[in-house]
């Protein structure tokens, strides 16, 4: 029975998700060029990241929280259903894989 409540949970907030993103003025919606753009940069810092030890603070100057706060931007900015966003995601999860003590 828990099964089907969390289902039945996901589905209403992929609703609200998708009601939000249709109502979210055009103006605001990134171009899949300029995503691609600063997703190859943010991919590449974190390869750097990845290389160096992990410490992302120590290697870029900046925090993990700045890092972070770039990516969901472009998650926040990107079509829904966008390759962009799904790449934009994993590269999140990727950033607080490598970000080590």
């Known amino acids: 029975m828990r099964f089907h409540w969390v289902i039945l949970e996901k589905a209403i907030r992929m609703r609200t998700k998708i009601k939000e ?3 979210l003025p055009r103006s605001l919606i990134m171009s899949a060029r300029n995503a691609d753009k600063i997703l190859d940069h943010l991919s590449a810092m974190v390869r750097e990241t990845e290389r160096y ?9 900046m925090d993990l929280q700045y890092w972070s ?3 969901n931007t472009v998650i926040n900015q990107t079509n829904l259903f966008s390759p962009q966003q799904e790449r934009a995601k994993r590269l999140l999860a990727k950033l607080y894989s490598s970000d080590r003590e």
Not at 53 to 61: E, F, S, V, Y
């Open 53 to 61: 030890g992990g410490r992302i603070d120590r290697i870029q100057g």
């Open 21 to 23: 993103a249709l109502h």
């Open 69 to 71: 706060g770039r990516i």
